[in-house]
Structure formats: structure tokens, C-alpha cells
């Protein structure tokens, strides 16, 4: 019963700082991305196409989340406005309190979009709101069809679901149906979009998502 | 500090299960291996070619934790001689009380190994012991190459890694030499296996290494 209490408490702390997270950002008239994936599917390849696409009309900043290293951050530098790397040694999710330090250290004026790419996992990082308004879930299809069933807690609380590495659907013999069918089950108000960060293949279909969302977000 | 007293006792409560679960395995003249990776890196395939291919003259039973699901048990369910799976409904990594409660519900007589596949994680894991006397950590190659670099905690305590899905690497353009480096900084000892549980590549040199250690425990 005490531990309960205390994973409550932790929880309830951290969605007071992911609040003032989102006010701080959406005053600054920004779109709040979380994007939650297991490691390797593919989050900062998808940003590497998704600012440059973005950014004749609106501008991006990035908040990496890793154990160790800056390798994520130093491939988006030269792409985002503002790219701020966080080491969370050892901890396995991002937390609002991280992303509300990062905030103090960015100019947040003439922004549109602030992108989180959180610690790659598919567990974690689901029960923490960092102040996001989009929750985006990414699997990817070396990773087999059966992520969605396995690991619900991810998919669940998504607002849009990203499957990427399409282009080795083939040569995998990937059965997007699988993907589909599970969550039917679990999620069926997110879109899923088939992609590949890699060739391009579906990413208009994700650009004008955000565009849209960026729109409706204004309003 | 009060939090770090309860991690702590956590682990060291967890910690002496843990050796029991060894001790009653060692009695019954098992060798234990925890395999760990992200989710998707292949750890159920891994076992479905290692167990009929040790059969002949050993004869394996698999502990499997998962979220949610018996997928890997029902796709293990056939080749080996026990299987058990556990779900851990939320919970990002498999403790050695789950283990010990398995070990509970099986027949170990006649059995000379037991595979524990862990939940798909690169961080929860790393820092309990199930009572393994191998810890295993897996990456795959449509992952990318810098993952030794980020999640350091599940590769520094291995006694063996692999990797695999090479038969990706040429498509992929994959570079082996990046994680051999990456490991030459962290974890010197354990020996790195480039395998294909798809194809069969590389898999005779990771069951020479469970055979000679097996070989090594009796003794």
C-alpha cells in the first residue's frame, strides 16, 4: 500500500510540471510532440526528414532523451533551431521536470513545434506526461507484428501511431494486418501511418497530420 | 535518500531470492541464462533454433516475461520441454520472485538448461538478477549501431552478446566495427557473436559457447 502511495505521488508531481510545461510552450504558440518508441525504431531518423520538411513554415526544436551520449542530438543539430540533449543516467522515460529544465535553457520565440524524443522504450515512458499535446508511438517492422498486443501500455495512450522501416516490409514478409487487427482493439481514434524515414515512403501523409494538428492547435 | 534506501533494499531483497533461484537450479544441474535486448531484437527466435538445435544432448525449459500475452510461450510451446510464461502487466522487467514462483510449477529433473527470456527492455532488466549464471544481452542490426554506446547498463554486465539479424547488415549498410568499438570501452570480456537467427549464420559458435559452459558448470 505505501509503495502505491508513493508511485501516486510521483505521478501526480509530474503531471503538475508537465501542466506548466504545456501552458509555457503553448504561450509561446508551440505544438508539443512526445514520440515513444522502443530503441532503434527509427525516432531520430524520422525527425531528420520530418523539421527540414516542416521548416519553410514552421520552425522546430528538439529535446533528446537518452541514458548516455549525445550521438542523438549532435545528427539534429545542424537541422532543428534549438536541440537540447538530456542524459538521464540509468533512467528509462524522460520526466516533466527534465523537459521543464530544458525549457529554461531555450528561446522559445518564433518556434511552432517542439518535438520530445524520448528514451527509447516501450515501456516507461507511457504513465509520464511531459507536457505534450500529441502522445506519437512508433514501432517499426524489424521488430515483428505482434509490439501492438505486447506492449498496449504504449499504444493505448497514443494520438497517432507511426509504423516505420517499411521499406523492409517485403523482404520481412511483415503482415501489417497483424498491427491493424490489435488495435482494433486497444486504440482505434489514432491514425496509423505506414512509413520510411529512410526512403521518404507515407511521410506526407505525417507532415499534413502535424500541419493540421499545428492549425487546430492555434485556434 | 529515503528513495534510495528503498531501490536499495528492492535489490538486495531481490538479490537473495535470486541466489536461491540458482542454488535450486544448480541442484538440478542446470545452466541458467538470462537473455535480455530490446523488444523485437529476436530473442524468441534466438530459441526457437538454440533448443531443437541443443536437444539432442540437452534439453532446455524457458521462462518467458512479457506485458501482456502468451504469444512467445505459445510460439515456444512446442520445442521446449517446459515452458512458462509470466506476465508481468506493466512491469518492465522480470524479478527473481516471479522466477522463483515459476520454478515453483516445473519439473527440473532430466533438464540441463534453463533459458530465461526477459521482458523486451534495454534498461529495467540490467539491474536484477533472476539467478542466471549467463546473462545474455542482444542487440539486433535494424536497431542501429550505436546502441552499445547509449544503454551501456545492459551490455557492461554481460557474459556474452550477440547480434543479430545479420543477414540485414548488406542492406543496411551496417557497421560492425562501431559496436566492437563501442564494447571494447565497456565490456572487454564477453565474447560477441554476429548471428542470424533467421538464416542460421553464426549460430554454431553461440551453441559451442552454451555447450563448453555447460560443460564448465558440471564441473
Known amino acids: 500500500m505505501k509503495k502505491i502511495n508513493v508511485v501516486t505521488s510521483v505521478l501526480k508531481a509530474n ?55 549525445t550521438r542523438d542530438a ?24 527534465q523537459v521543464s529544465d530544458a525549457l529554461d535553457g531555450l528561446e522559445l520565440k518564433d518556434l511552432s513545434v517542439m518535438f520530445i524524443e524520448n528514451v527509447g522504450n516501450m515501456v516507461c515512458p507511457s504513465g509520464f506526461d511531459l507536457g505534450e499535446h500529441v502522445r506519437v508511438a512508433m514501432l517499426s517492422v524489424p521488430e515483428g507484428a505482434d509490439k501492438v498486443a505486447k506492449y498496449p501500455t504504449l499504444f493505448q495512450p497514443a494520438d497517432v501511431i507511426l509504423l516505420n522501416k517499411m521499406d523492409l516490409a517485403e523482404v520481412l ?10 488495435l482494433s482493439r486497444i486504440n482505434t481514434r489514432a491514425p496509423l501511418f505506414e512509413i520510411s524515414a529512410k526512403t521518404g515512403e507515407g511521410m506526407d501523409q505525417w507532415l499534413d497530420w502535424i500541419r493540421n494538428r499545428y492549425q487546430h492547435q492555434g485556434k
Chains 1, 2 share one sequence.
Request: some cysteine.
Open 15 to 69: 503531471d503538475a510540471v508537465a501542466s506548466g510545461n504545456r501552458e509555457r510552450m503553448e504561450g509561446a504558440g508551440m505544438l508539443v510532440l512526445n514520440i515513444t518508441s522502443a530503441p532503434g525504431s527509427g525516432k531520430t531518423a524520422l525527425l531528420e526528414r520530418t523539421i527540414p520538411a516542416l521548416a519553410p513554415e514552421m520552425k522546430s526544436a528538439v529535446i533528446v532523451g537518452d541514458l548516455q551520449t
Open 74 to 97: 549532435e545528427r539534429l543539430g545542424d537541422l532543428a533551431v534549438e536541440v537540447t540533449q538530456i542524459n538521464t543516467e540509468g533512467g528509462c522515460h524522460l520526466s516533466a521536470t
Open 173 to 182: 514478409e511483415y503482415d501489417t494486418s497483424i498491427v491493424r487487427e490489435d
